[in-house]
């Protein structure tokens, strides 16, 4: 049940307040539990991504964001795919709205895949209100 939680609360971390489809939260808690798994984060790492708590930069909490955003879609080998992003998001909280974020979020990139997913996942986190 603890590991429901989590993820729960990750999926709300990751797509804002959007109105989703049961199918659209079944992938995102697939995702999140397959990276979850993979990456080894601890249940407290990731209530802390919930919180918007980024002070983290333990290696595998980067690779859990650029995990969890590969298994969405949104990203491919350190790129953000905007195509995707705005065909997922857009419906959901309109595509002007979408793109304001996307200029603000999209040209971020880290030292590696994991950084660069790490930091996309805190801006979209960060402007999520606007989405």
Request: charged content about 20%; aromatic content about 6%; proline content about 2%.
């Amino acid at each position: 049940m603890k590991l429901l939680i989590v993820l729960s609360a990750l999926v709300a971390l990751a797509v804002a307040d959007l109105q989703l489809s049961d199918e659209q939260k079944a992938a995102a808690h697939a995702n999140g539990a397959l990276c979850i798994q993979q990456e080894g984060i601890t249940k407290e790492q990731a209530l802390a991504l919930r919180a918007g708590n980024f002070e983290d930069s333990d290696p595998k909490v980067k690779c859990f964001a650029n995990c969890f955003l590969e298994k969405s879609g949104f990203l491919a080998d350190g790129q953000i795919k905007p195509d995707v992003v705005l065909a997922k998001l857009g419906p959901l909280a309109g595509e002007d709205t979408v793109k304001a974020v996307q200029a603000k979020c999209d040209s971020l990139k880290g030292s590696d895949n994991c950084d660069t997913a790490f930091q996309l996942y805190q801006c979209y986190h960060k402007h999520h209100s606007q989405i």
